[in-house]
């Protein structure tokens, strides 16, 4: 069987060969815990690939596991949760769609993305997550296992997956064409996620907008208007870093009619892939703060050691910490870095 997706989930040795021995009588559901940027997304689209294409042989397998691998499959559905937590109506989906027959095969996978955002549909999900139709398989995705996911978990196989070594990805990269020095850069920024990475590698403003994070506190003088001036010019720069993923997207489009060419499909997908790329921009931008705020963490821990007075800096980063841990509440962006900017003025 060919390695198809599997080659873009690095360092999870473990977890891709527990997974592929899995494929010919897989169990009603998989969870997969671990940091973002870990492979979980890619290790899920592989395995659906592959168990979507196990009753199949030669042309038909194969346009089984590309459709899974771009995520258009009839039978793959995946689900990603818009806000802070998962909602009601999120949930009831969840369950319409588990219980749907298949429309192809005699399976179908389910992929839910983040579900450490469960929180109070936990009860609601648990009783299909439990006990799913025949056809169905799940796969969840969450960074960790809090108290509203314990016992969905416990009706799950774990799966763990652990950070990717930075230089895992540099090798990829360069593998891939990409200049040495620029996989490096593009590798530190997207802190071992290789989606992000390949397309930081893509982006030549990258070290500008890393630049211009750093000497965001030089521009603070203690006034308002330096706050929004400096805000302002931050969120133009996340503006254009989406430069690449609008053309990357625009590819995807193209690639979709492709496959609708040749493989046929019922329903274009175009509607579902609209979607996937608006929830692909939201993540980006947060991609970008997270990027510039361990920018500044990097700067203030590095002014840390030679401080005269330490504890300006200890609040720095203590500010800094505070709006990282408020990215996952969805904050409006511009308010957010506000706040921020005002907290590391002088």
């Known amino acids: 069987m060919s390695a ?27 969870l997969f815990v671990g940091p973002p940027g870990s492979g979980r997304r890619a290790a899920a689209r592989a395995f659906a690939a592959d168990l979507l294409a196990a009753d199949s042989a030669g042309d038909d397998a194969d346009r089984h596991r590309q459709l899974a691998l771009a995520e258009h499959h009839p039978d793959l559905t995946v689900f990603v949760p818009e806000g802070a937590s998962l909602r ?47 056809s169905t398989v799940f796969v969840i995705l969450a960074d960790d296992v809090p108290p509203e996911l314990v016992t969905i978990a416990s ?73 929004m001036v400096a805000v302002d010019e931050l969120r133009a720069l996340i503006d254009r870093a989406q430069a690449p993923l609008t053309a990357r997207h625009e590819r995807e489009m193209e690639e979709l009619a492709e496959r609708v060419e040749r493989y046929g499909q019922r329903g274009s997908g175009a509607a579902q892939l609209t979607a996937q790329h608006k929830r692909e921009v939201r993540r980006a931008r947060v991609d970008e703060v997270r990027l510039g705020l361990a920018t500044l963490a990097r700067r203030a821990a590095d002014e840390l050691a030679e401080a005269r007075r330490p504890q300006e800096q200890l609040d720095r ?29 002088p």
């Open 4 to 30: 198809g997706g599997w080659d873009d989930v690095l360092g999870q040795d473990r977890a891709v060969a527990q997974l592929r021995a899995s494929v010919a009588a897989p169990v009603h559901a998989y």
């Open 88 to 134: 009601e109506a999120e949930a009831t989906e969840i369950i319409r769609a588990a219980v749907r027959a298949p429309v192809e095969g005699r399976r179908k996978v389910l992929v839910l993305c983040e579900l450490h955002k469960v929180s109070t549909e936990a009860p609601k999900l648990l009783k299909t997550i439990e006990e799913p139709p025949p």
């Open 155 to 227: 009706r799950a196989v774990r799966i763990d997956f652990h950070p990717v070594p930075e230089a895992l990805v540099v090798d990829r990269l360069v593998a891939e064409g990409v200049a040495p020095a620029a996989a490096e850069d593009a590798a530190r920024a997207a802190s071992g996620d290789l989606d992000r990475a390949r397309l930081l590698a893509t982006d030549p403003e990258l070290a500008e907008r890393r630049e211009a994070w750093r000497t965001v506190p030089d521009r603070l003088d203690g006034t308002g208007a330096a706050v």
């Open 317 to 345: 980063l203590a500010a800094i910490q505070a709006a990282s841990e408020a990215l996952v509440r969805n904050p409006n962006e511009a308010l957010l870095l506000e706040d921020l900017l005002f907290r590391l003025s």
